[in-house]
Nanobody
Framework: QVQLVESGGGLVQPGGSLRLSCAAS????????AGWYRQSPEKERELVAEFTSSRTTNYADSVKGRFTISRDAGKSTLYLRMTNLEPEDTAVYSC?????????WGRGTQVTVSS
C-alpha cells in the first residue's frame, strides 16, 4: 500500500503563502482519487482539494481562488499551494489517496496562520 509523507507546514502571517507537499512511496495513477484534507480542534475533518478518479478537481468553497492542488509529472508527489492565508485555515493538513480496495493517509503537517 502506498505510503504518504507530508511536509511544508509551518507558521505564517495572515495573507501569507505556503506550499505543502505529499510524497508518495510510488507513482499514483491518475484514476486514483488524491487530495488534501484538514482538521482543527474546533472542526471536523474536511476536504480541502482533490483530484477525482475522473481527473477533475474539487475544492472546498472556503479555499476556492486561494488554494491550488497540483501534482508532479512523475505522479508521486502531490502539492497544495495556499495563498492569502487566513487564521481560519489553521489546521493539520493531511493527504489522502484512494485506489482499488484501499485508502491511504499521511500523518499530516501543521499549518498555523497567526500574527
Amino acid at each position: 500500500q502506498v505510503q504518504l509523507v507530508e511536509s511544508g507546514g509551518g507558521l505564517v502571517q495572515p495573507g501569507g503563502s505556503l506550499r505543502l507537499s505529499c510524497a508518495a512511496s510510488e507513482s499514483i495513477p491518475r484514476f486514483y482519487t488524491a487530495g488534501w484534507y484538514r482538521q482543527s480542534p474546533e472542526k471536523e475533518r474536511e476536504l480541502v482539494a482533490e483530484f477525482t478518479s475522473s481527473r477533475t478537481t474539487n475544492y472546498a468553497d472556503s479555499v476556492k481562488g486561494r488554494f491550488t492542488i497540483s501534482r508532479d509529472a512523475g505522479k508521486s508527489t502531490l502539492y497544495l499551494r495556499m495563498t492569502n492565508l487566513e487564521p481560519e485555515d489553521t489546521a493539520v493538513y493531511s493527504c489522502r489517496v484512494e485506489g482499488p480496495g484501499f485508502v491511504a493517509w499521511g500523518r499530516g503537517t501543521q499549518v498555523t496562520v497567526s500574527s
